[in-house]
């Protein structure tokens, strides 16, 4: 299950019973929740909020580039949820996914060429992907499978290193037990810290597993790691 730090959704879906012959795939979709999530910005003390967009839109999981010049955001306006660029001052809009999985939580390298995001396509798993901004080249950065999942990548300042949050375990190259909490119904799934080069290479893990450890973010010498 997917949540995010701005809206959690409900969908109820159901096959519609109709006589009719062209009609009779047809899908209804009751979405019991919000039906737009905008994205404002402000200046550092909260004063002056605007919208970045006219428009209201389905739009989250924003963040800045280390300049300060572009903002990347995940949105669902055509459909899908996919990743986009835009100017801060809500110019220049361009898309950086096209895919019909979930594609979502994205981050910039420090110099802005590559851009780390967290997707579904492929083997339906939610793994780090990584795409050069420049040339659209992608490339899976974490090879996990289902139900393994990885979360929420960040970039060391100097641009060589991605920490982020996974319940996969590369000791047994499995996927981390999921079990019950204790003398309760709830399932645990521990997750751990890990730090990886964009090229895939000298992946280790941080923290200690059977914990939980989520949403990294590197100091600004690169030194440590809050999450």
Do not use: C
């Not at 997750?191 to 600004?220: C, E, I, M, N």
């Amino acid at each position: 299950m997917k949540v995010t730090a701005f809206v959690v959704a409900l969908f109820t879906v159901g096959l519609a019973a109709v006589p009719s012959a062209s009609a009779k795939n047809t899908i209804l979709v009751n979405r019991i929740g919000p039906s737009a999530s905008e994205l404002f910005i402000a200046n550092g003390d909260g004063s002056h909020a605007r919208k970045l967009f006219p428009a209201t839109g389905f739009d989250y999981d924003a963040s800045f580039s280390a300049d300060g010049k572009w903002i990347v955001f995940t949105s669902e306006r055509d459909g899908s949820a996919n990743i986009y660029r835009v100017g801060v001052d809500g110019l220049g809009l361009e898309r950086l996914t096209d895919n019909s999985g979930f594609n979502d939580e994205a981050a910039l390298s420090p110099d802005g060429k590559l851009l780390a995001f967290v997707s579904t396509r492929g083997s339906g798993s939610a793994n780090i992907w990584i795409l050069d901004t420049k040339t659209r080249k992608l490339w899976d950065l974490t090879h996990t499978s289902a139900p393994s999942g990885n979360f929420r990548p960040a970039w060391s300042p100097d641009g060589k290193w991605i920490v982020f949050s996974s319940d996969r375990n590369i000791e047994t190259d499995r996927n981390t037990k999921f079990d019950h909490a204790k003398g309760r119904w709830e399932h645990l799934q521990a997750a751990s810290l890990y730090v990886v080069q964009p090229d895939g290479t000298g992946l280790r893990r941080l923290t200690a597993a059977g914990k939980f450890a989520g949403s990294p973010k590197w100091s600004p010498d690169g030194k440590r790691v809050v999450f």
